[in-house]
């Protein structure tokens, strides 16, 4: 007897760079179970493919000529009940992020989009649709079906535990540095980073910056004795 294959999860991305789309396309169908069905690049694209091709999951950025992804969010989940969004953007306003949670986004992914983070969202939303499959056919339900189907849509799945560090980050390295930093009430150079961590300027600097860039340290300029300034690294409170 042959096993019953799970359906494919059918995926729409709405980006308006192109070039982009076809990056989150590649990474997306590295997943096994996921194809995506379509591609659109502005609102009335967007509305058209939704629409014709009905996917089970949509890719979607904040920024989208015509419109904007929040907009297009809230058109989803009134026309589309059965879509599911995922927002991807480079957007870091918490107002925005707030809006998306409430407005029924399974995940919001920040830009530049790293493969083992998408991997772990997607690899989520699989075993929450197949559970929510399975729900369907069994025609009942009880406290521990929905604690599980609760639990899959949680951030981490100690089956996917993958780290989406990017490459040359290492996560021990970049503990130490955390805590350095907590710990200096007037921030560090990068300099006294590679002094106290043992590593090498440059080999600080990039992971100072991964910092800022995450948003965990907050970089400005100071200037020493001789007037050349110094850009300095600091905690940014929580």
Do not use: C, W
């Amino acid at each position: 007897m042959m096993e019953h294959q799970q359906p494919t999860i059918e995926v729409l991305i709405i980006e308006d760079d192109v070039k982009i789309a076809e990056i989150n396309r590649r990474f997306i169908e590295k997943v096994d179970g996921f194809h995506v069905v379509g591609i659109a690049t502005d609102d009335a694209q967007a509305k058209e493919q939704l629409d014709i091709l009905r996917p089970n999951l949509v890719l979607l950025d904040i920024y989208i000529p015509g419109s904007n992804g929040l907009d297009m969010l809230s058109y989803i989940r009134q026309h589309f009940r059965d879509t599911d969004v995922i927002m991807i953007t480079a957007a870091k306003e918490a107002e925005a992020i707030r809006e998306a949670v409430r407005s029924g986004a399974f995940d919001y992914i920040m830009k530049p989009l790293i493969f083992n983070r998408l991997q772990e969202t997607l690899l989520r939303y699989l075993d929450f649709h197949r559970e929510l499959n399975r729900l369907n056919l069994s025609g009942s339900i009880n406290q521990s079906d929905v604690d599980r189907l609760i639990s899959v849509t949680g951030k981490k799945d100690s089956r996917h535990e993958i780290s989406y560090l990017p490459k040359g980050i290492d996560k021990l390295t970049l503990i130490k540095i955390v805590q350095a930093i907590s710990a200096a009430a007037n921030g560090m150079s990068a300099d006294q980073i590679a002094k106290e961590i043992g590593v090498s300027r440059s080999t600080g600097r990039r992971y100072l910056e991964h910092l800022v860039s995450s948003g965990e340290v907050f970089a400005d300029l100071t200037y020493g004795v001789v007037g050349r300034p110094e850009r300095v690294y600091r905690k940014r409170e929580s």
